[in-house]
């Protein structure tokens, strides 16, 4: 799906043939979105207005059968919000028969666009699905908002079961103004409420770092790219931790580059099996190499792996076999 800088931008959709060669199968275009996420057998895409004039936004389904768009409807963003400033959302995530929308408060006016008088809150949205009516919305003042801008906060364990996590990455006037901690917060599987005994504070563990993005490895534990603890952006990830959110323990991971030469890594598009045990991330540094580090969760270490001369690895996914 291209990034259309604002304007319509193409799908194309390929598979793999029994020769393991691509194969065009479809092509059209569609709006450029900001956020987007597999629900039942359709991706569901998000077009967020940020123009406190345009109250609002909108939605649209493309069928992974038929491979075409299959419907779309509209979200009053500033309705949602209800604080007189736009609903807009960080990611969505499918959670049983529900769609579960965390968003930041904007106040989209041209001159604070991103920022925010709300920086001390955190929402999530839950849509029924597939006419998205909205059910409810999950509020709560403990953190700041779930995720960031194109970055996914949520996570669905095996048991059903839903982590946040929150960064305090709010601003106001163009300085960072959220007062609360880096943490992990936990919905119930079946339930759309926070969990008000579960706090899983980072920014104690971690002696003052902000999540930057994660990776679930399986079995409740999370790979984590963190930042510095004097930097105020949790964009410029350097360093990594793991964190087990049943037994609420953190850990610095060993094996990875000097923090000051990693310069990026594929964060949201990195890799795990799940198993509990072990995740893939592309890490790039100021020496222009890129190679893949294999992050064992019960060393708490990481080893260099495969090398790209000349390139930036930006993703990294299994595929596998065809039958």
């Known amino acids: 799906m291209l990034y259309g800088q604002g304007n319509p931008g193409a799908v194309t959709a390929y598979k793999l043939d029994n020769a393991g060669k691509l194969q ?58 209800g604080n007189g400033e736009m609903a807009h959302f960080s990611w969505i995530k499918q959670v049983g028969n529900k769609v579960f929308a965390p968003y930041f408060s904007i106040k989209a006016d041209g001159v604070d666009g991103f920022g925010t008088n709300y920086p001390d809150s ?17 509020r709560d003042n403990r953190t700041s908002f779930i995720g960031a801008y194109f970055t996914d906060g949520l996570e669905v ?17 163009g300085e960072y103004t959220s007062t609360k901690p880096c943490a992990f917060m936990r919905i119930n599987s079946g339930t759309t409420e926070y969990d008000k ?31 510095d603890p004097s930097d105020k952006q949790s964009s410029k990830i350097d360093r990594f931790g793991l964190a087990n959110v049943y037994t609420q323990q953190f850990t610095w ?55 790209v001369e000349g390139g930036t690895i930006t993703a990294i996914r299994w595929l596998p076999a065809q039958s």
Do not use: C
């Not at 199968?25 to 077009?47: G, M, R, Y």
């Not at 955190?122 to 999950?138: E, G, H, Q, R």
């Open 157 to 173: 364990d095996e048991k059903g079961d839903v982590y946040a996590y929150s960064s305090p990455d709010a601003t106001t006037n």
């Open 253 to 307: 991971v060993t094996g990875t580059p000097d923090p000051a030469k990693i310069t990026s890594v594929s964060d949201l598009n990195s890799y795990s099996p799940k198993d509990g045990k072990t995740g893939y991330v592309g890490i790039t540094t100021s020496d222009g190499k890129s190679a893949v580090y294999k992050f064992d969760a019960a060393a708490a270490s990481a080893s260099r792996g495969l090398e």
């Open 197 to 227: 005994d579960y706090f899983f504070n980072i920014t104690e563990k971690s002696g003052g770092s902000k999540i930057g993005f994660k990776l679930y490895l399986g079995n409740g534990q999370f790979l984590l790219g963190m930042t």
């Open 122 to 138: 955190s929402w999530i949205a839950v849509f029924n699905y597939p006419d998205m009516t909205l059910d409810k919305v999950i």
């Open 24 to 81: 065009k199968v479809t092509n059209f275009q569609t709006e450029t979105v900001q956020a987007f996420a597999p629900v039942d057998d359709d991706i569901l895409l998000l077009k967020v207005s940020r123009n406190i004039s345009n109250e609002i936004s909108h939605w649209y389904k493309v069928n992974t059968e038929t491979l075409q768009l299959s419907g779309e409807g509209e979200i009053n963003t500033k309705e949602l919000a």
